[in-house]
């Protein structure tokens, strides 16, 4: 009896012993907060067989800082060698100190060609025409309700970009405070062309209706945080803003109307509540040919 009691004692302690770091193990893989890349390819009949056309698309930093002077983060960009840099909003916070932001943008430019549109929380601290100036003198564009056609690797794209829609509580603009809605400022891409592919950088997912209305073959977006909580297989997001909980565009690719939105899980950190299966990423979209 005692040899069988000491038997059971060892194998319980091994089960124990295996449970425990299974849980370990778990944790590790849930909490994880290192850099990872994420790719989306998209396929277009505007783009001819062969060519690529790839952006890297940031968002949501809110300032935060990675490692010395934002030099991780800066080379995870660089090593993914785009064509351009979308930014996405909210790459700099109203609450959080402002240096990270500032090293971001004086340097990520020198990686690729840069575009940026607003998010809220530039408009929240008040300082968002300081920001896009800001943005401008490191040498990035600045698409506030505005586009650029550019051609890279033969694929002619045209590049717009909305403002975020709090821009409405903030402006001294006539032509916007004349707006009933702001997703009226969509008006302006009325009549985009089949010549180019149709990129917007817009920072709030949740208005996809309003960006299906227009001739936008892609669509960039982030604010969402990919609903900082997630569990894999069951739930892509625990709650987003202006979504709340169980949001439908907490993060990742969304298809409808032969429009393509990819919408980024972002880069930050909020300080009360962790981020859960749901590490920062830098989002890798590569516009290709249907062949």
Partial sequence: MGRVSKHINRHWRVWCGVMIA????????????????????????????????????????????????????????????????????????????????????????????????????????????????????????????????????????????????????????????????ADEMLERFDDLGDDAVNVLLAHRPEHVDAYRQYDFDVVLSGHAHGGQIRVPLLLNGLFAPCQGFFPEYAGGRYEQDGQTMIVSRGLSFNRYVPRVWNPPEVVVVDIVGEG
């Fill in 22 to 181: 299974a849980v370990i193990m778990l944790g590790v893989w849930a909490f994880y907060t290192g850099l990872v890349v994420r790719q989306y390819e998209v396929q277009s009949e505007k783009v001819s067989d062969g060519a690529r056309v790839r952006i890297v698309l940031i968002a949501d930093l809110h300032s935060h800082v990675y490692g010395d002077d934002q030099q991780p983060l800066l080379d995870k960009i660089a090593a993914q060698q785009p064509d351009l840099i979308a930014l996405a909003g909210d790459i700099v916070d109203d609450n959080e100190a402002q240096d990270g932001a500032w090293t971001f943008l004086r340097k990520v430019s020198a990686i690729a060609p840069a575009y940026f549109v607003s998010g809220n929380h530039e408009y929240w601290s008040g300082k968002c025409d300081a920001i896009k100036q800001m943005a401008q003198d490191c040498g990035i564009t600045v698409l506030s309700n505005a586009r650029e056609t550019v051609s890279i690797n033969g694929v002619a794209l045209c590049l717009c970009g909305i403002d975020d829609p709090d821009v409405m509580k903030y402006t001294d603009d006539p032509a916007l405070l004349a707006m009933d809605d």
